[in-house]
């Protein structure tokens, strides 16, 4: 049965008009973006079937092309979309930490990072530099490996922090398939961090660690 068949409260976009987006299911949400589903199949079943393929939407972003054409119905038009949607994201949430007091929200750095982060292969070590305001200045990628091989230079760090003039610094990287919990490496990272931009004036607010469904705030658990 098609999705024009369905009774109308059931159906994905009339549902979004009439109760928002916000109590739609995560299939719904996606049948909504692909619009059309394929022979034999609706919108919210092909939605259905990459969910549980992926296993998860950050699964289905994270995805490469090669990976998305394995489903039937999927293909390199509708893999461009997915990916505008996706870096369209993480621009909508970088404008909003930039207009606004940045650590007042905590979540919305949190949802920023997830964005940056959770969907890369490897792992990468990456900076918010805030002004005196805690406003975004800019969000760049430093350094790339894991920590254990590639060294994290605390100078480099610096001239970065100073180069931005900078006031403020939330720390961030990602471990790849695994837990959010940070290891002894990321708290000595930590902490060498911490002294190095303190000698310039540079306060560190937080260093998270961003994992494929979780994250974790050294600032909430009381180890900055």
């Known amino acids: 049965m098609a999705i024009t068949d369905w ?9 979004l008009l009439r109760t928002g987006a916000v109590s739609l299911s995560d299939a719904e949400l996606l049948a909504i973006f692909l619009r059309v589903g394929v022979a034999g199949k609706t919108a919210v ?10 296993h998860s939407l950050n699964g289905v972003f994270s995805a490469d092309l090669k990976q998305m054409s394995r489903v039937s119905g999927m293909g390199v038009s509708k893999y461009c979309q997915l990916q505008a949607v996706l870096e369209m994201s993480k621009r ?3 404008e909003t930490l930039q207009q606004n007091d940045s650590f007042r929200s905590p979540r919305q750095v949190k949802d920023y990072l997830q964005l940056q982060l959770s969907a890369l292969q490897r792992e990468v070590f990456g900076i918010l530099f805030l002004d005196a305001q805690n406003r975004l200045i800019a969000y760049e990628t430093l350094f790339e490996g894991s920590l254990m091989q590639t060294n994290v ?18 720390l961030s990287h990602n471990h790849p398939g695994g837990v959010a919990s940070p290891s002894r490496a990321d708290e000595q990272l930590t902490h060498s961090l911490k002294e190095a931009l303190m000698l310039v004036d540079v306060k560190v607010l937080d260093h998270i660690i961003v994992a494929k469904q979780e994250t974790f705030s050294f600032s909430e658990q009381g180890m900055i």
């Open 7 to 15: 009774p109308e409260q059931e159906r994905p976009r009339e549902k």
């Open 153 to 170: 230079y605390p100078r480099e760090v610096v001239k970065r922090a100073l180069a931005l003039n900078a006031a403020a610094v939330i």
């Open 45 to 54: 079943d092909l939605a259905r079937e990459l969910l549980q393929h992926f």
């Open 92 to 94: 909508a949430l970088g």
